[in-house]
């Protein structure tokens, strides 16, 4: 059995279309469904590596290395299951994907034509996810606005789809009702509009999810289903809460569960199993304890605006953490380049448990990032360095403990360049080759005994996510070694160091792949843990 659920947006984007797909996955889980989901993306970027974070929020990494929007990271966090390149799907992939074909004579000379083989080969991508996690859900979130042009061809795959597989495939609508101040009621008309739209895409929408600031009236429920022709179990109140994840519980409030299984002409379950996620809401909503955790960054700012999305898997993993040892996380922004210009200000880091460098790209900031970590090491306070974070530690280890003029080849050729490039990326620089070129995915690492990594994971081979173009100078190693720099994990293949500590340090780790990307609410990554309790013991 296969099911596919298509989840589309209506009125404006920003409204938690990716929360409310992995909301749906938890729930079909808790079931007793094997559930995956996908992630289409309707611009051209064939994948979202090549775009700054301050346009698009984090690039998120699958275990095979795909570098993809943060509603996948989302998915994993919410489905605790890995997510693989099919998952994930824009324009610029497909088309790629399509002519690739062609070039390759497997349309048999016919002529290749937009409609139906682009949404062909969507329908396409969409079945072999399903079989490649062997999943009796595909849930398929389609990204934008109904109404737009980009997304035009998806819609069309997914009509295409349900005419092929009519008791298979359900649509839902996300969609938002506004609360003019002014008026002070709550609006059905954008919804309508959005339908009318979907419409005339020729879909109609079996279930609406309406997210608003306030739950939905009786009054609401009963205006959308008529005028949207939707049964009025199936307008699912969809309100703001504070945290995400207590989306899943207030669905099933819904009954949204059931609702969907019916819809799709499979029994109700009655059963289910939400009580591990219950109680993680529960602890989310009562923890008052607070553990203070600064981020050292720079892709934050946009206009007047603060924007924490790029940074989103280092956020969600703090948090795991931090409700695991029943701590209500504080987390503050810290702007890289303020230290730059204000030396005063590196004080302030004192207030903090811990101190996360996250990675990153460019010299904008690093200075300053480095300025933090010498703060962080000289008066122990917790720190954690993740890929960039690694990078600027060993810099700062290499100035200020070895006496070297240290610098990273990704900024400047001149001095001891502790950081360098990896060979194997050179050619691919030289050939202007940037896109999804990176060492990317997952790699093993051996751990090192006796080090804090050791305690944290408590075993001798794990494997992380990677995405970088350089790596600390083997040449240098043994310098830095001698000045009591630990490399604590290690690539067996390539000898590439992925893990540095500090001795006589509360905790001082730092690692060239990204821990953040593998941890879960209920199973918090085994770095972020050992850190958050070094900072409770702060
Ligand atoms: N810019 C560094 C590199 O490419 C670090 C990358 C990162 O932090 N993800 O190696």
Redesign the pocket.
């Known amino acids: 059995m296969k099911k596919y659920i298509f989840v589309a947006g209506g009125v404006m984007s920003g409204i938690g279309k990716g929360i409310a797909v992995s909301s749906i996955g938890r729930v079909l889980k808790s079931k007793g469904f094997k559930v995956t989901a996908i992630k289409i993306d309707p611009y051209i970027n064939v994948d979202a590596g090549t775009m700054n974070p301050v346009e698009h929020g984090e690039v998120f990494v699958t275990e095979d290395g795909v570098e993809c929007d943060q509603d996948v990271g989302n998915y994993e966090r919410f489905l605790d299951e890995n997510i693989y390149t099919d998952n994930y799907m824009t324009t610029g992939k497909v088309y790629q994907s399509v002519i690739n074909k062609e070039r390759n004579l497997e349309y048999n000379g016919k002529c290749v034509e937009v409609v139906p083989d682009i949404p062909n080969e969507v329908i396409a991508t969409i079945k072999k996810a399903g079989e490649k996690t062997n999943s009796e859900f595909v849930l398929i979130e389609i990204g934008g606005t109904v109404g737009e042009y980009q997304n035009m061809l998806f819609l069309e795959a997914a009509r295409m789809l349900k005419l092929a597989h009519p008791k298979d495939v359900l649509f839902i609508l996300v969609s938002y009702l506004p609360i003019p101040n002014k008026i002070g009621e709550m609006k059905t008309k954008p919804t309508q509009y959005a339908v009318r739209t979907l419409n005339s895409a020729g879909i109609q929408p079996q279930i609406i999810l309406a997210r608003s600031d306030k739950p939905l009236d009786d009054i609401r429920k009963n205006k959308i289903s008529v005028f949207c022709s939707v049964d009025q179990r199936d307008v699912i109140s969809a309100p703001d809460i504070d945290s995400i994840y207590e989306v899943p519980l207030n669905f099933e409030k819904e009954n949204l569960g059931n609702r969907i299984l019916e819809e799709l002409h499979l029994d109700p379950v009655y059963e289910k199993d939400l009580e591990d996620w219950s109680k993680l809401v529960n602890t989310i909503k009562t923890v008052t304890d607070p553990v203070k955790i600064g981020i050292v960054g720079k892709y934050f700012e946009t206009g007047k605006f603060t924007l924490t999305d790029s940074y989103i898997s280092v956020i969600e993993s703090v948090k795991h953490a931090a409700y695991f040892f029943n701590k209500k996380p504080e987390i503050q922004w810290l702007s890289a380049e303020d230290y730059e210009q204000d030396q005063s200000k590196l004080k302030e880091l004192s207030s903090f448990d811990g101190i996360i460098v996250p990675?990153?790209?460019g010299n904008r900031g690093t200075e300053g990032k480095i300025k933090v970590i010498q703060y962080c090491r000289e008066n122990k306070i917790p720190f954690l360095g993740l890929?960039?974070g690694m990078?600027l530690s060993v810099i700062e280890f290499a100035r200020n403990v070895c006496g070297l003029n240290a610098n990273s080849t990704?900024f400047t050729k001149e001095g001891e360049l502790v950081i360098d490039v990896m060979p194997e990326q050179k050619v691919l620089l030289k050939e202007k080759k940037y896109g999804g070129t990176?060492r990317l995915g997952a790699y093993d690492c051996k751990i090192k005994p006796g080090t804090i990594s050791a305690r944290a994971y408590n075993k001798e081979l794990i494997s992380e996510r990677h995405?970088?173009?350089?790596e600390l100078n083997n040449s240098c190693r043994k310098l830095l070694e001698n000045r009591g720099l630990v490399m604590a994990g290690v690539n067996p293949e390539k000898d590439l160091v992925e893990i540095i500590e500090i001795k006589d340090h509360p905790f001082f780790v730092a690692t060239q792949f990204h821990p953040e990307f593998k941890s879960r609410p209920l199973r918090p990554h085994p770095l972020f843990r050992e850190f958050i309790n070094a900072s409770i013991q702060r």
């Open positions: 990675g990153g790209f890929c960039l990078q990704e990176m995405r970088h173009r350089y």
